[in-house]
């Protein structure tokens, strides 16, 4: 197991640590580079170490604005229970960048209609937040509902994807599409 971490400004410290089958863990940012390193004490072997910072690049580009497309990265479902699994898939090919579901369409569109509850437990047990954007998912009511970086992560999340949805296609750059963020 490889693990990655760096402070992107304006964010804080983020980390990913990998296995020899992908990406198993995402952290989201800490103000503390210690929180990230106990975080991922786990993943300190140095397997796949190369994806792990690859991964790493990828976040901190998104979260400076460039669009990136996080489904070349091959993600380790090994700790995702099978229902879980198969609801954050959902949310990844149904969901774009810059819009929003409920936890009930997201239900329905699983095909488990009445298990609202359920989606909020899958993305509450998202090893790999921003790969799997859990923070896309809110009430039905329209509010935020939790995430687990906080309800001000999640609104600092969502703003970014709108103002990166209003920009120009993805472009191949470094093994991974991305497009420029707006200048100014």
Known sequence: MGAAMRKVEGWG?????????????????????????????????????SLAENCLQAISRYL??????????????????PVHRSILLT????VPLGQTITYGELARRCG??????????????????????????????????????????????LDLEQRM???TPPTEVGGYETKPAEAG
Do not use: Y
Not at 19 to 27: N, P
């Open 165 to 167: 949805q209003r920009n």
């Open 91 to 94: 949310l990844c090919k149904t």
């Open 112 to 157: 488990i209609p009445r298990a609202a509850r359920l989606v909020g437990q899958a993305m509450a047990k998202n090893p790999v937040p921003i790969l799997v954007p859990c923070h896309r998912v809110i009430r039905s009511d329209g509010s935020l509902g939790g995430f687990g970086g906080g309800i001000t992560l999640k609104r600092k999340l």
């Open 13 to 49: 410290w983020i980390g990913v640590g990998t296995t020899e089958k992908g990406v198993a863990r995402v952290m989201l940012p800490k103000s503390s580079k210690k929180a990230v390193e106990e975080a991922l004490r786990d993943f300190r072997n140095g397997v796949n170490q």
């Open 64 to 81: 400076k604005g460039e669009s990136v497309n996080f489904e070349r990265i091959p993600i380790d479902w090994d700790f995702v229970p």
